[in-house]
């Protein structure tokens, strides 16, 4: 039998000739130009994604300030709208000792006597004093409590501070109403030394920051009742202030109730 030839070669210089070094069939790898491809990509994405929260972030603080800035609104007119429009037509002094009229304003500060709730921590009648003010460089308005009726036991009235709003540019207070019962009603920038209350208070508010504040226009209610509620502790238009005091010598608050 004849011999086969040997193949040329080595089964390892076979495999070599085959499947060159360096080389394989099965190969999975990223060339150069893949991974700076992917890289530029997830580098757009990451811009795109951090743009897009800065978006909703700036969009969150813009609706939190603005809802702080309706807040303050409220508050404001709740305060005026809740002390400002019940005032009470008396005198300035519960003691008799000062027997004018207990509201005075001008276009920048306001004085009035007004009621507090009894579920308050200050219940009762209560001197107000509203007057723009500047502290530390800022214009402030700014709001003192006084109680109207002195304590029994001699001490002398608890006078509480508030800031009602900081940053204030400008402030302005109108006033509307008659002299004398039948007269036309004119808008006045101040009410000084009358013995009636006036009918509307106009009250505009300018921020530092440029914040639109709405004209407020608040309506005293007493004024509609006055006549009908003398020998109370209210007096008719036109008539002189009562001093409550003189009312009861039981209970000089009672006509208060």
Request: with cysteine; net charge negative; aromatic share 8%.
């Amino acid at each position: 039998m004849k011999k086969k030839a040997p193949l040329i070669g080595s089964p390892d210089k076979r495999s070599s000739e085959k499947h060159p070094v360096g080389l394989r069939s099965n190969s999975k790898g990223f060339t150069l130009i893949e991974v700076l491809i992917a890289l530029t990509l997830l580098s757009v994405m990451v811009v795109l994604l951090f743009a897009s929260l800065k978006i909703c972030t700036d969009s969150w603080e813009r609706g939190e300030n603005k809802i702080t800035d309706v807040n303050e609104i409220a508050v404001v007119y709740n305060f005026f709208q809740q002390h400002l429009s019940v005032a009470k037509p008396l005198s300035n002094d519960s003691s008799g000792e000062d027997q004018g009229f207990s509201f005075q304003g001008d276009a920048q500060s306001l004085k009035f006597v007004s009621e507090f709730p009894a579920s308050a921590a200050r219940p009762g009648l209560q001197r107000y004093s509203l007057s723009k003010i500047e502290v530390d460089n800022e214009q402030l308005i700014n709001v003192s409590l006084v109680p109207y009726v002195e304590p029994i036991d001699g001490d002398e009235p608890k006078e509480e501070e508030i800031t009602l709003i900081k940053h204030v540019k400008d402030f302005k207070l109108s006033y509307f109403g008659a002299d004398t019962v039948g007269s036309k009603g004119v808008w006045a920038d101040d009410w000084l030394n009358k013995n009636i209350l006036p009918r509307l208070v106009k009250i505009n508010i300018e921020l530092e920051s440029g914040i639109y504040w709405p004209e407020m226009i608040i309506e005293l209610k007493v004024t509609d009742t006055i006549a009908n509620n003398i020998g109370s502790g209210l007096n008719a238009v036109g008539a002189q202030p009562i001093n409550p005091m003189a009312l009861s010598p039981i209970n000089p608050t009672e006509s208060f109730r």
